[in-house]
């Protein structure tokens, strides 16, 4: 419910972030911000290699173009006509997001910008004092998980580790899950922690919406009801990274809702003894 103390709380956020905005432009008005300039740059590199290099098929033709034909075949076998290629694809693809959106910034903050961390969301300091509205959040996905989890676009879509009705789990399944989390904590890091408190001395609070446009747009090519509720996910959980100064409930909330979709996906397959709602 919106109450005086949640526009009260919004509100101070608002002064407080602008407040911090607006000294860092009188204190810096006469030079080139740099670090602002950086960060931009850095964000679509990061997106663009993020992009091509997590296609395993982008990799197999620059092999080729190298001239390492053998490694090329190797890698592309890996990837499609080896026993466990749709586990290995998924992890792949993971571990590109993870080097990209999260080891590359880190290296930018820790030896190019020369600062902490924590400065960019990464404190653990009240990343559980709004839990309240995370819980809402939960709350409010969970139907829509279940109502969505029925169409025939979630189902094709998710898990991205395809497990057939008759198989284990155990350990593939859970190894994906963890490599899963790992990729969100790279996500939050990108957009509610590098883009975000990287660029809030420059467009204070409106560096909610700056960073919200990315992160819509890498949702593009999934089910249109996902990418539409990204946008509201990117604005509360950029006000709240904002609010709280760190990621972490951001990543506990991203990471819920995709064990739910996950979980939810295999049961309208009939993995986990439901009906399976692709027949």
Known sequence: MFTKRTFFTFFSTFVRTEKYSYRSLQQNLRSIDFKMILICVITVFVLTFAYYFGDYKFVVSILRDLGFIDQA??????????????????LYWASVVIFFYLILPAIFIKWIFRESFSDYGMCFKDAFKYYRLYVLMLVVMLPLVIYFSATESFLKMYPFYKVAPGDSLFPKFFIWEFFYFLQFIALEFLFRGFILHGTKHRFGFYAIFFMMVPYCMIHFGKPMPETVAAIIAGLVLGYMSLKSRNIWMGVFVHCSVAFMMDISALYRKGVLGGHNDML
């Open 73 to 90: 075949q190797q890698f592309q076998r890996i990837m499609t006509t080896h026993s466990d290629a749709g586990f290995y694809r998924p």
